[in-house]
């Protein structure tokens, strides 16, 4: 057992020292679970803003300047700029919200005019403004506002992903010299990552009010693991031109707030993830049953409420370690044995195939808690609804347990745990990643 999950376990034993005055807090030993409504029209989403977004004003003619800001039109990009600056060196914002997606498997973009949106394997940066205020004399005389959204999709089994940068100009107004700019564009990337394609086009590409442009960009790591350490950061420079006019140099660059890990350790496949998007186990008890209801137990009647995303559970990668947890609390006795507190008496009369299904999963970094110190749970399914009864009279119930111990038939035992195996290859779950479990209908 690694040295983390003996403080997790040593912080989550309710240890009789611990509660000396108070005492456990008991629980009624019988009641119907709360059976979450999905809502199956949205997918969350991890949202942060853009870091390091710089931008610049420089003589286009004699008498002429063109300034470039985002987010916000010319005249106020000090205060943003100052906003920007603050926040270059702090870890990057992050929030969740919902939204309706085009598809299973498309990442909806955030609203936010500089957010980028994120998934296990996408980002998208869409609605970002780009102003551009062209004066004479100190005076603004035309003003043009293009939209840029830059679209990413990391891979499950590749070190090699592309992103698709696409600009669109939206409208032009005032006196500008000429409403034609010319835009270059160039994405970069840190560590061992490197641009097999750094511009969406070749050169300066022309673009005129209404119109559209748009290609991919290409990044691939040569060596997996090479973002574990930090991870890999990409970044971005745009450059607007006139025609007959001096090139802005530099106009406007951005940095993506959050890193991608590329790494060779799930399946023998290398792969490259967000790896601050915490990946999501869902089982429906309608296919899960009793193991299901043993999980959604345990995060409605426990202050240990694992794998909701206030407590994630953390993937344990060493199956040794993995089995001394599952040994340590599920100690599996036959019917008929006399109950005691550490003990898991099997009730093969009434649950067919009786077996310990404990949560957290041994597979955790969280698991591993003697038996003794969880709750043991078994459930029948009356018109519809699961009822819960305590399935171990020697041992009461305490809200404080941070285990649950189920009777499940053996076949959903398993059933969910396999589940949770295809989960960890299709997300790229590494040692100590973070997950939620999310028991449905």
Known sequence: MTLLSALLIATAFPLEAAHAEEGPTAMAESGTLRVPVQERASATREISPVADLEFSCSPSTVDRELCVSVGVPSGQEEASASASNAGAEQQPEMRRESAVRASESELACSTGQLDYAYDRFNSCLGNFPVHITETKDGKPVGTALMQVTAQMSLKQNSLTWKENIQIKYLEAAGNLTTTTFGISFAASCDKTCSMTAASPWAGEQSIRPGQ?????????????????????????QMRFSQAGTIPLQPNTSWTNPQKIRCDDEVDGTAGCVYPHVKPNLELPLSKYGEAAATYLFQQQYSTHAWGTQEEPLHR??????????????????????????????????????????EYPFAASMEGGTPGAFCNDVEFELVDGEWIYHNANPSKPWTEEAPCSRGHVPFELNRNAGGELGRLVKSQRIIDLDGYTVNITE
């Open 316 to 357: 344990l990668a060493n199956e040794q370690a993995q089995q001394d947890n599952r040994d340590r609390t599920c100690v599996v006795a036959a019917e008929g044995t006399l109950d005691t507190p550490e003990l898991f008496v099997r009730k093969s009369s009434t649950i067919p195939d009786d077996s310990c299904d």
């Open 212 to 236: 559209t442009i748009s290609g991919d960009v290409t990044f691939g790591v040569g060596t997996p693991n090479s973002g574990w350490n930090g991870g890999i950061t990409t970044q971005y």
